[in-house]
T-cell receptor, first 117, second 114 residues
Framework: AQKITQTQPGMFVQEKEAVTLDCTYD???????LFWYKQPSSGEMIFLIY??????QNATEGRYSLNFQKARKSANLVISASQLGDSAMYFC??????????????FGKGTKLSVIP | DSGVTQTPKHLITATGQRVTLRCSPR?????VYWYQQSLDQGLQFLIQ???????AKGNILERFSAQQFPDLHSELNLSSLELGDSALYFC?????????????FGPGTRLTVL
């Protein structure tokens, strides 16, 4: 079964510094996708970034980049120049096609990031 | 504001009851996704509809069902409720059929089963 692991329950980072949130995944399927979502304390879920397993380049969206290391099965999120508004829970997720056009979507348990002024 | 609306915001009910959660996607979005977030299970994908048809099923219990109507709004029906069904239920929408793109989430419906 596919599995997503986020080993850091909580992280602290100084404002304006960069931070890396870890995510490892486990699948033997060569075709998959990886997502990162942000959930502030207000509760809403915000899509951040997507990386496909066949994408040649690491995905980037503004201050967010995904450090995709296929051989190590890791998809770490890098946030550059942290801001106070980055304090939130961050979830990594993996998607796998499972035949007949359907798919499985599995989430990690999340990492709580706190940005210190 | 993502443009996705969910009603009600909060719902308190008793075990054994049935409830309906409603979601209106962003204008122009054809796909609707439902998710459950609970302390025990974390975040789980439940089901996706695209233009009225079921597209993919996740960890959705048989007691739960969903549908997407011709006006593209969607409803998630939860029946024979148990204490463990207490959770935050999110709806999300996207333009495309496939899930490999940005989804816009609603504010969620917090369900409490007593």
């Amino acid at each position: 079964a596919q599995k997503i692991t986020q080993t850091q329950p909580g992280m602290f980072v100084q404002e304006k510094e960069a931070v890396t949130l870890d995510c490892t995944y486990d699948t033997s399927d060569p075709s998959y996708g990886l997502f990162w979502y942000k959930q502030p304390s207000s509760g809403e879920m915000i899509f951040l970034i997507y990386q496909g397993s066949y994408d040649q380049q690491n995905a980037t969206e503004g201050r967010y980049s995904l450090n995709f290391q296929k051989a190590r099965k890791s998809a770490n999120l890098v946030i550059s120049a942290s801001q106070l508004g980055d304090s939130a829970m961050y979830f990594c997720a993996m998607i796998l096609l499972v035949g007949a056009g359907s798919y499985q979507l599995t989430f990690g348990k999340g990492t709580k990031l706190s940005v210190i002024p | 504001d993502s443009g996705v609306t969910q009603t009600p915001k909060h719902l308190i009910t008793a075990t054994g009851q049935r409830v309906t959660l409603r979601c209106s996607p962003r204008s122009g979005d054809l796909s609707v996704y439902w998710y459950q977030q609970s302390l025990d299970q974390g975040l789980q994908f439940l089901i996706q509809y695209y233009n009225g048809e079921e597209r993919a099923k996740g960890n959705i219990l048989e007691r739960f069902s969903a549908q997407q109507f011709p006006d593209l709004h969607s409803e998630l029906n939860l029946s024979s409720l148990e204490l463990g069904d207490s959770a935050l239920y999110f709806c999300a929408s996207s333009v495309k059929q496939g899930p490999y793109n940005e989804q816009f989430f609603g504010p969620g419906t917090r369900l409490t089963v007593l």
